[in-house]
């Protein structure tokens, strides 16, 4: 439960690095001033922007927990059983992450978002 809980705050952390990391770019780069460069990033990055992101995180925490408890339970073998465990646990969750996230494409797509 507590990673659907982190997961959005981190993509919203993610989101301010990033733009942080852009503004300085441009204003060390490409002679951008600061307030030209958030003008531009209003405009160019909407609300539903920040939300979808948000909410996509929500159902990947679920799946990622849902995954990772799954091969934790079901490891076997000691050491090297929670080995292949976690390797499994990890690899099967960035497919899911991908599969979650073409979905949610998908059906932004259909409603125009």
């Not at 981190?10 to 490409?30: E, N, T």
């Amino acid at each position: 439960m507590t990673l659907v809980l982190v997961l959005p705050l981190l993509a919203i952390l993610a989101d301010v690095i990033g733009i942080a990391g852009g503004l300085l770019v441009a204003m060390l780069g490409l002679d951008i001033t600061a307030n030209a460069y958030l003008i531009e990033t209003q405009k160019a990055v909407g609300l539903w922007d920040v939300f979808s992101g948000c909410l996509k995180t929500v159902f990947f925490g679920v799946g990622i927990a849902l995954i990772a408890c799954q091969r934790g339970l079901a490891a076997r073998g000691g050491a090297e059983g929670v080995g292949r465990a976690t390797t499994s646990a990890v690899v099967t969750s960035l497919f899911a992450i991908v599969v979650v996230d073409a979905i949610f494409t998908v059906l932004f797509n259909a409603f125009g978002r």
